[in-house]
């Protein structure tokens, strides 16, 4: 088990699209165990495949409710809109305020292949949404209603604004 290196902003493979993947093997447990210690390396709250250069959609989240693993997950409904602060390991020591649903259902698939489904609110809901952008090579800086810069931040405090 190692801690990949993160890809920061202007690296071309974080805007690619990520393939399905198809095979639940003992390769794709390696990719979720590496991906977690990664994400949890870096004391993000999510971390995407293609944040490690691997072009594969594949997703870890720990909202501090424990590793929850999709593998080709999508977004299938959502309700609301909540602005929030977030930050990206790939776009270090920047923050801005997005505007998204704030609650949805994901569907995914396990480790060994079998669906589930998640409903997601709050910080969870974001990383979700945060994550799966990341698999179409889409950011939070492209979705921002504005930058957000340190002394702001008082009155916003926000857990876990570096999602992952
Ligand atoms: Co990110």
Same mark, same amino acid.
């Given at each position: 088990?190692?801690?990949?290196?993160?890809?920061?902003?202007?690296?071309?493979?974080?805007?690619?699209?990520?393939?399905?993947?198809?095979?639940?093997?003992?390769?794709?447990?390696?990719?979720?165990? !590496?991906?977690?210690?990664?994400? @949890?390396?870096?004391?993000?709250?999510?971390?995407?495949?293609?944040?490690?250069?691997?072009?594969?959609?594949?997703?870890?989240?720990?909202?501090?409710?424990?590793?929850?693993?999709?593998?080709?997950?999508?977004?299938?409904?959502?309700?609301? +809109?909540?602005?929030?602060?977030?930050?990206?390991?790939?776009?270090?020591?920047?923050?801005?305020?997005?505007?998204?649903?704030?609650?949805?259902?994901?569907?995914?698939?396990?480790?060994?292949?079998? @669906?589930?489904?998640?409903?997601?609110?709050?910080? @969870?809901?974001?990383?979700?949404?945060?994550?799966? !952008?990341?698999? !179409?090579?889409?950011?939070?800086?492209?979705?921002?209603?504005? +930058?957000?810069?340190?002394?702001?931040?008082? +009155?916003?405090?926000?857990?876990?604004?570096?999602?992952?």
């Amino acid at each position: 088990m190692s801690a990949k290196k993160i890809l920061t902003i202007g690296e071309p493979l974080l805007r690619s699209v990520s393939h399905p993947v198809k095979k639940f093997d003992s390769r794709l447990s390696m990719i979720l165990r !590496d991906m977690a210690h990664t994400m @949890y390396d870096a004391q993000g709250v999510g971390l995407a495949a293609p944040q490690v250069g691997l072009m594969r959609r594949i997703v870890v989240i720990d909202v501090g409710e424990g590793l929850v693993e999709f593998i080709n997950p999508e977004v299938i409904a959502s309700q609301g +809109e909540i602005a929030m602060t977030e930050g990206c390991l790939s776009v270090p020591g920047r923050r801005g305020c997005v505007i998204r649903p704030e609650k949805v259902t994901v569907r995914a698939q396990n480790k060994k292949g079998s @669906y589930f489904e998640v409903e997601g609110e709050d910080l @969870y809901a974001r990383a979700l949404q945060h994550e799966i !952008d990341h698999l !179409d090579g889409v950011l939070y800086v492209d979705k921002m209603s504005y +930058e957000v810069f340190d002394d702001e931040e008082e +009155e916003e405090e926000q857990e876990g604004a570096v999602i992952g």
